[in-house]
């Protein structure tokens, strides 16, 4: 078993060092219609299969083999994403707007104050204010500032990212100046270290070792996350690292006192929500467990904890004068629309029912643009909250019966499928959080088969424009993507409950 593992991660390793190679063919603004976008295509779709043979085999090793097969998964990872480490980025340009926000704190200007547009416009005169001064001298004495100043995407949008993500991007600066490599080594580092965490968690929970040891070889060759992390850089590794350690004190409850739980699990939670916001949606959950578990006493303490931690992040920022943290989100909410999942179902029926009149709340995230587009998010919200709602009373029901990390995690992974699948704007690398929460459970393969999905199809759009193809193959594309994993969801249910009925109606006879 575990020479046929080696084989498969061999062959996996030089799929990932094939692509690091070809990416030098993707150069920012240039040859978009020479870029060898389907191959990578095809690569991805390949290394998803092999991935899911070698995760189908580890659970298959004997148990001896166990061990050995987790950490020759995790070289094989570990060597995939660092294949990228100074490669081009294969079609993503978050990286620019990290580099620009952490240059931006390194000339003593905050990263919220300016959206890069009014920089790269700016001209020097004695009437421009000193912090907008320091940067447009920046990107006039140093070619590479401007060159990254150029290849930040929507320039005219301030910056969405919160105080503890800027403190990354900071650091990264400091590390590699102007190059990916330091976000690439950050977020390497902490998506492998919640992975070790989050295998830690699941030995203490689990009678035998087999769960963590599945999970190392399941995480540590994710295509998801070598593409979204080694190739692309996205910040959503360093949820995987908070969110491993959350699981990792929560599992340690012989060790750990309560209250140093709830202190700790709260910080955790105040990063990850520092970091990208959408972890909110996580508090009710870990705060049910918490005062289901303990008391509704150390509850609070969790919450009270998380609220100041993400409140004091800010405290820095505003220090520098900064006051409109949020003023990008309006534009977010309003103008990335890319989900024909679950939202795409709800937007269809809104807009039959409501019409496309324009409404205009700008100030609103998601709040202008086709009253029935406006609707659907809406629907797409209080459907988010009813699960939430479900999550959090399961929670309640079963957290004094099952381990801290199994209960939690089922849970969260059920409420973080929930969010993408409503999502308004749904991109593959959100799924980099729930990663470590679906590795604790036994959902099935309907949330692989998802981001398995959203990992492949997502770059065809980036094929399409660049060849100037009708924009309903967007939506055709979109429509594959996400309904590949329904259209699976739904046949297992009905073969399931098919499945029931008939053993019913056995034992009934």
């Not at 690292?241 to 006192?257: E, K, N, Q, W």
């Not at 008391?295 to 220090?319: D, E, K, M, N, Q």
């Not at 309907?446 to 981001?451: E, S």
């Amino acid at each position: 078993m575990k020479i046929k593992i080696a084989i498969l991660a061999i062959a996996s390793v030089a799929g990932w060092f094939w692509m690091a190679q070809i990416a030098r063919e993707f150069v920012w603004g240039e040859g978009h219609a020479e870029r060898p976008i389907l191959p990578v295509m095809w690569a991805l779709g390949a290394e998803w299969a092999v991935w899911g043979i070698v995760v189908w085999l580890a659970t298959k090793a004997p148990l001896a083999q166990r061990k050995s097969v987790a950490l020759l998964c995790c070289v094989a990872g570990l060597s995939s994403q660092l294949f990228f480490l100074n490669s081009n980025p294969i079609l993503e340009h978050d990286g620019y707007r990290y580099l620009w926000d952490g240059a931006a704190l390194d000339s003593g200007v905050g990263p919220y104050r300016y959206a890069p547009k009014e920089i790269a416009d700016a001209r020097l005169s004695d009437e421009l204010e000193d912090s907008k001064r320091k940067l447009a001298l920046r990107i006039q004495n140093d070619p590479a500032a401007a060159s990254t100043l150029a290849k930040v995407g929507y320039p005219e949008v301030n910056t969405i990212y919160p105080p503890a993500a800027q403190a990354v991007f900071f650091t990264a600066f400091k590390m590699a100046g102007w190059s990916w490599s330091g976000l690439r080594l950050i977020f390497i580092g902490a998506y492998f270290a919640g992975v070790f965490l989050t295998a830690a968690a699941l030995r203490e929970n689990c009678t035998d070792n087999s769960m963590a040891f599945q999970a190392v070889a399941l995480l540590s060759m994710c295509p998801l996350a070598i593409k979204e992390i080694g190739s692309s850089a996205h910040l959503d590794a360093m949820l995987v690292l908070y969110f491993g350690a959350m699981l990792f004190i929560v599992s340690r409850d012989t060790i750990f006192t309560p209250l140093w739980m709830a202190v700790s699990v709260g910080v955790l939670m105040a990063l990850a929500i520092a970091t990208k916001l959408y972890p909110l949606i996580a508090m009710p959950v870990v705060s049910a467990w918490f005062g289901a578990r303990y008391s509704w006493r150390l509850a609070g303490v969790y919450v009270g904890v998380a609220l100041l931690v993400t409140a004091g992040s800010f405290i820095p920022f505003l220090a520098m004068g900064e006051r409109d943290f949020f003023s990008g989100l309006s534009a977010f909410g309003n103008t990335w629309l890319r989900n024909e999942s679950v939202f795409g179902i709800i937007q269809s029926a809104a807009t039959f029912a409501f019409g496309s009149e324009t409404v205009a709340n700008a100030k609103i995230p998601g709040g202008s643009g086709p009253l029935g587009m406006v609707v659907a998010k809406l629907i797409a919200a209080i459907a988010l909250l009813a699960v939430c709602a479900g999550c959090t009373w399961n929670v309640l029901r079963t957290a004094r019966e099952q381990p801290a990390a199994l209960v939690i995690s089922r849970n969260l992974a059920l409420l973080f499928l929930a969010w993408f699948l409503l999502l308004p704007m749904a991109f593959p690398w959100y799924l980099l959080g729930a990663l470590p929460f679906l590795a604790c459970t036994r959902l099935g393969a309907i949330p692989w088969v998802l981001i398995a999905c959203t990992g492949v199809f997502y770059y065809g759009e980036f094929y399409i424009d660049g060849h100037d193809l009708p924009k309903s193959y967007s939506t055709r594309l979109l429509q594959i993507e996400y309904g590949i994993p329904l259209a699976f969801a739904l046949s297992v249910w009905a073969s399931r409950t098919l499945s029931n009925r008939v053993a019913l109606i056995r034992v009934g006879k």
